[in-house]
């Protein structure tokens, strides 16, 4: 079964600093998609960002961008020039390809802290 | 941007009784799933569902929970007789196609009395 970690279950960062949120994964399979999610305090659940596996390029999304490692299963979210409205829990999330299975796997969340 | 809709936001329900979770997926997609998390938790999936009917399913979502998409619209879930474990936030979402991210809903916080 495909699990997601992130190890770190708190982040701080000074705003329009940078910060760098880890997540790991475990998978045999060689197509899946991964995911960054924000949940702010209002619980909604907002892409971030996303990456598809065969893409070796990074995904960037204004400033946050990815550092997707495919060999060491490792997708770490970089967030640059934080802001207040960054804080939120974030979850690293997986997605097999659409012929294993198309439900998504979650990580267990970094609360992510920007202090002004 | 279209999205998808839960109702209710919050729901208060008795121990033991049956409960029905409300989504209306976005329009035009063709794949929803329920999640959820409970306080303080991890997102976990419960169940996926296409062409009417479930495609796959978590060890979560046993005998009590049922899906159903009664009218080409809504797409619910039920729990036929709710536990204390139950109370969690529960996120519908939906897809067009397996390109693209999971759309999802604002939520319903379920709380088991």
């Known amino acids: 079964a495909q699990t997601v970690t992130q190890s770190q279950p708190e982040m701080s960062v000074q705003e329009a600093e940078t910060v760098t949120l880890s997540c790991t994964y475990d998978?045999?399979?060689?197509?899946?998609?991964l995911f960054w999610y924000k949940q702010p305090p209002s619980r909604q659940m907002i892409l971030v960002i996303r990456?598809?596996?065969?893409?070796?390029q990074n995904a960037t999304e204004n400033r946050f961008s990815v550092n997707f490692q495919k060999a060491a299963k490792s997708f770490s979210l970089k967030i640059s020039d934080s802001q207040l409205g960054d804080a939120a829990m974030y979850f690293c999330?997986?997605?097999?390809?659409?012929?294993?299975?198309?439900?998504?796997?979650f990580g267990a969340g970094t609360r992510l802290t920007v202090k002004p | 941007e279209p999205e998808v809709t839960q109702t209710p936001s919050h729901q208060v329900t008795q121990m033991g009784q049956e409960v029905i979770l409300r989504c209306v997926p976005i329009?035009?997609?063709?794949?929803f799933y329920w999640y959820r998390q409970i306080l303080g938790q991890k997102v976990e999936f419960l169940v996926s569902f296409y062409n009417n009917e479930i495609s796959e399913k978590s060890e979560i979502f046993d005998d009590q929970f049922s899906v159903e998409r009664p009218d080409g619209s809504n797409f619910t879930l039920k729990i036929r007789s709710t536990k204390l474990e139950d109370s969690a936030m529960y996120f519908c979402?939906?897809?067009?196609?397996?390109?693209?991210?999971?759309?999802f809903g604002d939520g319903t916080r379920l709380s088991i009395l």
């Open positions: 999330a997986y997605r097999g390809s659409w012929y294993n299975n198309n439900d998504m796997r």
């Open positions: 329009s035009n997609h063709l794949y």
């Open positions: 990456q598809e596996a065969y893409k070796q």
């Open positions: 979402a939906s897809i067009q196609d397996s390109n693209q991210p999971q759309h």
């Open positions: 998978t045999s399979e060689s197509d899946y998609y």
